[in-house]
């Protein structure tokens, strides 16, 4: 599994429609109960599945209640090397970077839809302008923001401005112990950082999160992690380890079991954004066929369009029964279950 | 206290026709409506309501039927009505539609009611209608004791609940306003289902040759506005329903 997806083109699958074909007509039929009116009543239910299926209509309005979840993953980049993490292998080249200004008229045209706004990456504060002007901008559009950083080039001027925007900040943390620390992140920073997220708190306050990630090799740094943060009053959040793209780390908890703890994937609500402006729905999108391309790209068309085109709708509609491991992904968790003390 | 809204849009005589019928049937209920809005969406056809003691409201400017039943939602806040029912022009009501609608609500915890469509006309059309559950309301499954959705033609609401969820004027027809309201609505109150408040919807079909047209193009009218149901309740919509008939209206599972 990566979150680096791939070009290859790749057609809507027969097996599904037929799927949903069936689906519908066979209870349909059943209603009727009189045998001699089976064959045209099933016709004109055909008619009306067809029409839902295929007819493009002339009006698509994009409206919604703030349902939604804008994730940009604003960079490849980092500035760590985490063995868990193969994003910072593959940085963006300069060329392929999406301007900034194209990520805040997306922001601008979905603001309406979405609950939250949130910022990933690689590190995204590699781009700190960047993620100022989005800040502000969220902040002008009612939108709460979310940052998700290793927290190197945290620094007191940023921290004071993003605590008057009232956005919440999450650090990333898999061991407060200097040693593992620094085998984790594959740099030698615990200096420099914990010092900063120190900072971080005494200006952020509850504005700032920890969130780990769960794996074999770090299932015994969590509890401590998760102890060090209620000694300094810190919401903590653990993330099941995905692999993405590094293949160095290992599960602690079997596929099977992530995919059979009844926990619900809402994946659905996401509109992902890639460092070159590629649209997906889920950052794993890449496990359902038809979603192996992107939606489009923001630098290109207007995100209205790309979200209400056939293929974007067809997408979500599979991703109602979506249950792969990757639901346990803070981005595909339901709020409601993120962050709990 | 109910009140009964009627937003209309008349375009000719049939339409005319339709509410006047529709107003006979209001006339005969048994337990009478304290007010009747009949809402006038800038119709390009003039028209009076007659003899019919209903209040006639003809707003300036044609802006969709959530618009107009917002309008009259306002009004009915102002009288104070404890229930507001809706329905259309081109239905017609059971006797005791009234009675049964406002019985549940007040009898009950939901926040809002559906009742029982069934096809006016005697078309093949009509009656896949009727199979269908086109107009008739969902079924939240897997339980089958609350409603997914119920459509504005055969709804009633709590006052309070009305206050805090108009209708999204930003729908300009008569397709996925309601859709949208109940999902919203389901955020915060159940609603119900009342199979003994019956109302019969006329879909217009002269006979199953000639009324194909008009089936197909309700349809792509209904399509027209799924596209901006799935993107905007993309977290509601993962719920599963099914449309209710005939057969499965007297759920044994149906706690009121």
Known sequence: ?341 | MSILVIPCFIRAQSDLNCLRRLLDSVRGQSKPFEKVYVVDDASPLKYEVGRHSVEHIVLESNGGPARARNVAINRALEDRAEHILFTDHDCVLDTDWNTEMTSFLSRTEFGAVGGMTYSWGKTLLDYYHDINGTLAGKWLLPDRKELWYMPSLNFGIKAFAAEQFPFDERFPSAAGEDVDLCLRLRSKYKIGFCPTAKLWHDYGYKSTITGFARFVRLFKKYKSSSATLYEGHTVLMWDSSESIYEGNIHEPRLQV
């Not at chain 1, 064959?39 to 939604?68: C, D, M, Q």
């Not at chain 1, 594959?186 to 990630?213: E, N, W, Y």
């Not at chain 1, 992690?225 to 599960?251: E, I, K, M, P, T």
Request: aromatic share 8%.
């Open chain 1, 1 to 341: 599994m990566s979150l680096v997806y791939r070009f290859k083109a790749n057609h809507p699958n027969f097996t599904h429609t037929l799927q949903d074909y069936v689906g519908e007509m066979v209870p349909f039929a059943r209603r009727v109960k009189n045998p001699l009116l089976v064959a045209p009543l099933v016709l004109l239910k055909s008619i009306e599945w067809s029409i839902y299926r295929w007819h493009k209509t002339p009006l698509r309005r994009f409206y919604g209640i703030k349902s939604n979840e804008l994730i940009y993953m604003i960079t490849n980049a980092c500035n760590d090397r985490c063995p868990k993490c193969g994003i910072w292998e593959r940085p963006e080249p300069k060329s392929q970077h999406l301007m900034i200004n194209h990520f805040i008229t997306c922001l601008k045209r979905l603001h309406n839809n979405l609950y939250q706004v949130t910022l990933t990456g690689g590190e995204p504060l590699l781009f700190k302008r960047d993620v100022v002007l989005i800040a502000d901008e969220a902040k002008r559009l009612g939108v709460p923001m979310v940052i998700v950083t290793n927290a190197r080039l945290l620094d007191e001027a940023f921290l004071t401005h993003y605590k008057e925007l009232g956005h919440i900040l999450v650090i990333s943390i898999d061991s407060v112990e200097r040693t593992k620390w620094n085998e984790f992140r594959g740099t030698p920073s615990f200096d420099i950082v914990m010092p900063k997220i120190l900072l971080a708190k005494r200006i952020l306050g509850d504005q700032l999160r920890i969130q780990s990630v769960l794996s074999k090799q770090s299932e015994t740094e969590i509890p401590k992690v998760a102890a060090w943060c209620r000694q300094h009053g810190l919401q903590h959040n653990v993330q099941l380890y995905q692999d993405f793209g590094a293949y160095n780390w290992s599960n602690a908890v079997t596929p099977k079991e992530m995919v059979d703890d009844g926990t619900p994937c809402a994946a659905r609500k996401n509109i992902c954004i890639y460092p070159n402006g590629d649209v997906v729905k889920c950052f794993d999108h890449r496990r359902i066929p038809l979603a192996k391309e992107p939606l489009g790209n923001i630098a290109k068309q207007d995100i209205i369009e790309i979200l209400c085109t056939k293929r974007s709708t067809e997408i979500s509609k599979i991703m109602r029964t979506c249950n792969f491991p990757c639901k346990h992904m803070s981005c595909n968790k339901p709020q409601a279950l993120l962050f709990r003390q």
